[in-house]
């Protein structure tokens, strides 16, 4: 049997976690990009736009603008003009979207905090530390070994 290395233990460990919150995400009637659309907006009330939201899931305006749309039909999220500057809006949650993404979002912070509670406190210090650390580098790595987008789809390379 082939050793892998702890970086790539780390790396199963991680696609298991989104494996997870997309099983979730699944249970709730939704896929994992747009319960993480629907945490960045029912975790900053003060409303978010588009192109924010974009930025912070790292996603196309595109993707964020079909999940939007999709939920705008559904009256859950709505769209609010920005009183500086028109041409910006604001994402918010209707009121039947803040019941629907309460009832997603607030059982799954329950088990998220009750998961990170069968950790010891130095277990979890050292857990928050070290993915911050590790993140930050994969991030910063990713970034300086970016490759330039060839304009193709990336299913043809398959």
Known sequence: MMKISKAQQYARLREEQFSIFEKYARMNGMNNKSLLVFMWIYHNPAAL????IAKRTYSTKQVIQAIIKTY???EILCLEPSQNDKRKKFVKLTEKGQTFASQILEPLATYETEAMAALT???QKILLEATQVFSHKLNTLLE???VPDTGKDPASFI
């Open 49 to 52: 736009t588009q192109e924010t």
């Open 72 to 74: 705008i039909a559904k």
């Open 121 to 123: 406190e130095k277990q």
């Open 144 to 146: 300086v070994h970016h």
